[in-house]
């Protein structure tokens, strides 16, 4: 129909960290965006320098030497979810953009909101839903709490793709 829809969507695991969810996160969204069978240009939008940075620069170059640090024999932590976000991230252009985190951000501040839900109830929303944000955002701007909320859509002539992934090497 060439309606925009905005979707939410949850995740949530025991027992877990803050790097390892922005991750799931990221890959979850991927996963969903992937079933449409097209390439889309993507902008990604966290508080999670780990994901942002880890995504934008750090996997380049884990991918140029057989997913290993630069330095030193210390594992890369998360490795298999790195793993599955590059192969998810190949498949469209993607541009990854840091917020600082509780600062008013209100599409941020949002996602914050359904992941501490989530991580407190050990929920998870199945897939993607109908978004209740419209509603969250009037109620906390009824309170004084947020601004307006910021364009859903970037505009497209700011749109700068993270450069793509190396090719992957063969163990040696």
């Given at each position: 129909s060439?309606r925009?829809?905005?979707?939410?969507?949850?995740?949530?695991?025991?027992?877990?960290?803050?790097?390892?969810?922005?991750?799931?996160?990221?890959?979850?969204?991927?996963?969903?965006?992937?079933?449409?069978?097209?390439?889309?240009?993507?902008?990604?939008?966290?508080?999670?320098?780990?994901?942002?940075?880890?995504?934008?620069?750090w996997?380049?170059?884990?991918?140029?030497?057989?997913?290993?640090?630069?330095?030193g024999?210390?594992?890369?932590?998360?490795?298999?979810?790195?793993?599955?976000?590059?192969?998810?991230a190949?498949?469209?252009?993607?541009?990854?953009?840091?917020?600082?985190?509780?600062?008013?951000?209100?599409?941020?501040?949002?996602?914050?909101?359904?992941?501490?839900?989530?991580?407190?109830?050990?929920?998870?929303?199945?897939?993607?839903?109908?978004?209740?944000?419209?509603?969250?955002?009037?109620?906390?701007?009824?309170?004084?709490?947020?601004?307006?909320?910021?364009?859903?859509?970037?505009?497209?002539?700011?749109?700068?793709?993270?450069?793509?992934?190396?090719?992957?090497?063969?163990?040696?």
């Open positions: 060439g925009l829809t905005r979707l939410d969507y949850w995740i949530s695991e025991p027992s877990t960290t803050n790097n390892r969810m922005a991750l799931r996160s990221a890959i979850e969204a991927m996963r969903i965006i992937s079933r449409k069978g097209t390439r889309f240009r993507l902008v990604f939008t966290s508080d999670s320098q780990y994901l942002v940075k880890g995504m934008s620069e996997t380049h170059g884990w991918i140029a030497r057989g997913w290993r640090r630069a330095q024999t210390a594992p890369i932590e998360n490795l298999a979810l790195w793993q599955d976000a590059v192969a998810l190949r498949q469209h252009e993607i541009a990854w953009r840091w917020v600082r985190g509780h600062a008013g951000h209100p599409q941020n501040e949002y996602a914050n909101d359904l992941a501490v839900q989530g991580a407190r109830e050990q929920t998870a929303s199945d897939g993607a839903v109908p978004s209740q944000f419209d509603g969250w955002l009037a109620a906390k701007q009824a309170k004084g709490r947020l601004a307006q909320a910021l364009a859903p859509f970037p505009d497209p002539s700011q749109f700068r793709a993270t450069r793509p992934y190396p090719i992957e090497r063969s163990p040696s």
